[in-house]
């Protein structure tokens, strides 16, 4: 079973930054969207970024847009989250997830909706924490 390995997380102060990793295997990599999720104790699963690791195209929620950047090492298959600015309700577990963009047409669908029930490859999570 496929499963992506995200790092990268820790404790900052508000207003600082922390860049995220997330390896996939490397088939995987190669024809998949691959997104960032989060998740706040006591909320749901939210969308936060994703790319398209065939041509490098990315969507971003809005209240992440401005400060996040989504980015992609096709030689080691590896998607990066560099978080600016953070925030204290930016606090979460932070995962990632691929879906398979290439077996479809329709794959901007896939990569704008950030739909969690979309995307599989499920790891451990890595904290973030933001204090104010």
């Known amino acids: 079973q496929v499963q992506l390995v995200e790092s990268g997380g820790g404790s900052v102060q508000a207003g600082g930054s922390l860049r995220l990793s997330c390896v996939a295997p490397?088939?995987?990599?190669?024809?998949?969207?691959v997104g960032w999720f989060r998740q706040a104790p006591g909320k749901e699963r939210e969308g936060v970024a994703s790319?398209?690791?065939?041509?490098?195209?990315?969507h971003y929620v809005e209240n992440v847009e401005d400060r996040f950047t989504i980015s992609r090492d096709n030689s080691k298959d590896t998607v990066y989250l560099r978080m600016n600015s953070l925030k204290p309700e930016d606090t979460a577990m932070y995962y990632c997830?691929?879906?398979?963009?290439?077996?479809?047409?329709?794959?901007?669908?896939?990569?704008?909706?950030?739909?969690?029930?979309?995307?599989?490859?499920w790891g451990q999570g890595t904290q973030v924490t933001v204090s104010s």
């Open positions: 997830a691929a879906a398979d963009c290439s077996a479809t047409s329709n794959w901007q669908l896939l990569l704008r909706g950030l739909r969690p029930d979309e995307y599989r490859g």
């Open positions: 490397h088939d995987t990599f190669t024809r998949s969207c």
């Open positions: 790319i398209y690791t065939r041509g490098g195209f990315t």
